[in-house]
């Protein structure tokens, strides 16, 4: 039995190769620092040994692979067992040349973009399994409907979440270029990372990379409305076919949507035919440009019939930290969403507005990302929060000054402030819990968090106090 060893084992990424692995009849050991809930709980069940501190013992000696995370500990310099592992003589990869070897003939769907790779890729991965495909599939977030975030399916295709972000500390080409995709789906080329991509052409280059390696019978799926995707297009040698949510200039488009009861009705057209009539749970018109995404892309390849999609759909319960209702059945309500860019966290408050409109929206955000602590960015908070009623402003991480100017807590403050939202600054997850007491009612309100960190674990005690409530 092949042997592979994980070093830096214990995020959503790796986690999920792992898992792929086991899957494919590898044995797994790992090691990490970071070794807590939920991604532990998550290692446990896998019954992968995992060692809690990095040492050059940690490496089996029958190990075949040696897979090594991209976190900023994980460099020779300053981490032995990375040292150790590549002078070991043993292959080394990063975690999306892993999963290239893993893909055999399987047709490669990739979903590529800005904002909404987690919730586009597990939509599509979901119909495929609700369908009865088995398909393969590699999501970089928790799915609520599934038990695992990777898995290794026996069908013939391989559903991958295609991010732009490095492969590894010695490999600077972004990780949805090792995934050999035969079909994509491109949400958005909305500028991000920029500690990583300073630049947008920069950031747009490596999606450039992606849509010219498609071969000439492949399929690009791309977003009517995501921004810059027309110039990335251009280096297309595939077909590319054009959907939205709202756009009817687009091949595939949402029409007659309609809400009620938290659930969203729309009919699906292609060339202003209609398909079929989909419902989805997901709250928000993001969540139905996705989907109608998702069903182009499935659609355009007969991977399933248009009864298999709505079926699929109306059964999707969504990703975990997506605008995920954490007290449901209670008041106020209580959404976390992964606030990691503007769009994303602007996307998720726009969504809560519409979607409760007469309440007093609370925002607690943590500008955690490299971009929302750059000081290029400050202009964002001019409009980030229109229409909140208050933000409840976390202290910033301070990791990562040595690559970019940071902004502190007292400036991003004064530019919300400045914008005509007020703001409580919060430093501890005591004050922020203290503070919500003090100031949320149970009729009037509803809170959002927007983050892609943890509130130093207030998330948790917030809806265990509203659940309460």
């Not at 929302?372 to 908070?381: E, M, P, Q, T």
Request: aromatic share 10%; hydrophobic share 40%; proline share 5%.
């Amino acid at each position: 039995m092949p042997h592979a060893h994980f070093i830096g084992l214990c995020g959503a990424g790796m986690s999920a190769v792992a898992k792929l692995l086991l899957d494919a009849g590898w044995s797994v050991s790992g090691s990490d620092e970071g070794f807590y809930p939920p991604i532990s709980l998550v290692i446990q069940r896998y019954g992968i040994p995992c060692a809690t501190s990095y040492e050059a013992s940690n490496i089996p000696e029958d190990a075949d692979w040696i897979v090594i995370g991209k976190h900023a500990k994980l460099v020779p310099d300053t981490n032995e067992e990375v040292a150790a592992a590549l002078e070991s003589g043993k292959r080394v990869l990063s975690f999306p040349e892993a999963i290239a070897e893993l893909l055999g003939a399987r047709k490669s769907l990739v979903v590529a973009g800005s904002f909404g790779k987690s919730s586009c890729t597990a939509l599509a991965a979901h119909v495929l399994r609700h369908a009865k495909k088995d398909p393969s599939y590699f999501i970089g977030a928790e799915a609520l409907d599934f038990p695992d975030n990777g898995h290794r399916g026996k069908g013939n295709v391989f559903v991958l979440e295609g991010d732009e972000y490095p492969a590894a500390n010695w490999d600077d080409r972004s990780k949805f270029l090792f995934y050999k995709a035969s079909a994509l789906l491109v949400t958005s080329g909305e500028h991000d990372h920029v500690n990583v991509f300073p630049t947008l052409t920069d950031y747009l280059a490596p999606f450039e990379q992606l849509v010219a390696s498609l071969p000439p019978d492949g399929l690009i799926v791309a977003c009517w409305n995501g921004a810059h995707l027309v110039r990335v297009m251009k280096e297309a040698s595939a077909p590319v076919v054009w959907y939205s949510g709202t756009d009817t200039d687009a091949d595939w488009f949402a029409s007659d949507t309609f809400r009620e009861g938290g659930v969203t009705h729309f009919t699906l057209c292609h060339h202003g035919n209609p398909i079929c009539t989909l419902t989805t749970r997901q709250l928000g018109e993001h969540s139905v440009e996705n989907t109608v995404g998702v069903a182009a892309l499935l659609l355009e390849q007969k991977l399933v019939t248009p009864e298999e999609l709505a079926a699929g759909v109306a059964a999707f319960s969504g990703v975990r930290r997506r605008l995920e209702r954490l007290n449901p059945g209670t008041e106020p309500p209580l959404y976390n969403d992964f606030g990691s860019s503007y769009a994303k966290c602007r996307a998720g408050i726009t969504t809560i507005l519409q979607s409760f409109p007469g309440k007093r929206v609370r925002v607690c955000f943590e500008p955690h990302t490299f971009s929302f602590r750059n000081r290029d960015a400050l202009h964002w908070y001019d409009t980030l929060f229109a229409g909140v009623e208050r933000v409840y402003l976390f202290q910033p991480p301070a990791h990562g000054a040595a690559t970019h100017t940071q902004l502190t807590q007292d400036e991003i403050a004064a530019r919300i402030e400045a914008s005509g939202v007020a703001v409580t600054v919060i430093s501890s997850a005591d004050a922020l819990l203290s503070a919500l007491k003090a100031d949320v009612s149970t009729t009037a309100d509803v809170v959002l968090f927007e983050t892609s960190g943890g509130f130093d674990g207030a998330i948790p005690r917030v809806a265990e106090w509203l659940r309460h409530k």
